[in-house]
């Protein structure tokens, strides 16, 4: 099993656990990865999954702040659609970007800026494991909003993408199969296409959950960049390789979240070798995933703190 693989099968345990899916789809997903459910049952009791649910339901709270922001922020509410910023909203523009892979496909991929033309810089915004959604796109415009181009791209683009792979376990275990260093090299030429829009050596990066893991891997990688702000996302393998990284980064974890929460302290002493400005917080009462406003662990609260701090590092570091 892959380091990807195993990631998500973590991540479909931890959803059964919270009681957002049930020990049937647990099953099914966790076996589109298999391939067999002997293999499944066989991998779960290994990994320790009990019978029954551990954890108790998610349930969101309200914001502790009424201090309105000129840009967009998680909204107050969790929503059905994923919609908080629409692509007619007068403070930004929509519009096509051409990112090609290094073997000449077009990647699929979503584009915003500033309405005024005007840009501060580019982030990438890498998408969860289940591709560029709605909730990603919108996530986007909300970067938008704040005065940079933000681009996503979804790195299953040669399968279809999300578009096509609407089943999200489905999309899951197809993207736990992709080598790490194709998706890195998706990641790269999505940088350059942002730099060549106009943003020059201004452009930063941004992930959340697995696209949060696929930040820490480009930074490992080498990947240039201003700044990233990787959301709860599992270390790289080679996490050794922080100490050398040139960009300045943020790095968003949730108290709850121990699976990935516990590889904090080794990437901090990595980043702290590597003379960068960085930052690390422990968003406190909070689990995994709780910035995603479509999902059961979301708390409005918390997400827009590291939200406005995440807007903040950009615009300290980029600009």
């Excluded at 991540?11 to 002997?38: K, M, P, Q, W, Y």
């Excluded at 560029?132 to 938008?144: C, F, G, S």
């Excluded at 406005?308 to 300290?316: D, G, L, S």
Aim: net charge negative; hydrophobic share 40%; proline share 5%.
């Amino acid at each position: 099993m892959t380091e990807f693989e195993k990631y998500v099968v973590e991540e479909h345990i931890e959803d059964f656990n919270d009681r957002v899916i049930s020990r049937r789809e647990l099953i099914r997903r966790v076996t589109l990865i298999t391939g067999s459910t002997a293999a499944t049952m066989g991998l779960l009791t290994a990994m320790g999954c009990s019978a029954e649910p551990t954890g108790a339901p998610v349930s969101p709270t309200g914001r502790t702040t009424d201090n309105p922001q000129e840009f967009a922020t998680p909204p107050a509410q969790p929503t059905q659609d994923g919609i908080t910023v629409q692509e007619n909203d007068p403070r930004i523009k929509v519009s096509n970007l051409v990112v090609r892979g290094t073997d000449g496909v077009n990647l699929i991929s979503y584009h915003a800026s500033p309405a005024s033309g005007a840009s501060a810089g580019g982030i990438l915004v890498i998408h969860e494991n289940r591709g560029l959604v709605p909730h990603t796109k919108d996530v986007v415009r909300r970067v938008a909003t704040a005065g940079f181009q933000a681009l996503a791209v979804d790195l299953l683009s040669r399968d279809g993408g999300a578009d096509k792979l609407t089943d999200s376990a489905a999309y899951s275990a197809a993207l736990s199969k992709r080598p790490v260093d194709a998706m890195v090299s998706d990641v790269r030429e999505a940088l350059a296409a942002l730099s060549s829009a106009g943003n020059g050596d201004k452009i930063g990066m941004t992930g959340f959950c697995f696209g949060g893991g696929m930040t820490w891997n480009s930074l490992a990688a080498g990947v240039q960049m201003k700044a990233a702000v990787p959301f709860y996302g599992p270390a790289p393998a080679n996490v050794a390789a922080l100490a050398s990284v040139k960009a300045a980064v943020f790095g968003v974890y949730a108290e709850k979240d121990a699976r990935i929460t516990g590889s904090k302290d080794a990437v901090e002493a990595q980043l702290k070798q590597s003379g960068q400005p960085y930052q690390v917080t422990v968003y406190p009462g909070v689990d995994h995933a709780f910035h995603n406003d479509t999902g059961a662990r979301y708390n409005a609260a918390q997400a827009e703190a590291a939200w406005i701090a995440t807007i903040e590092w950009f615009r300290r570091h980029v600009i």
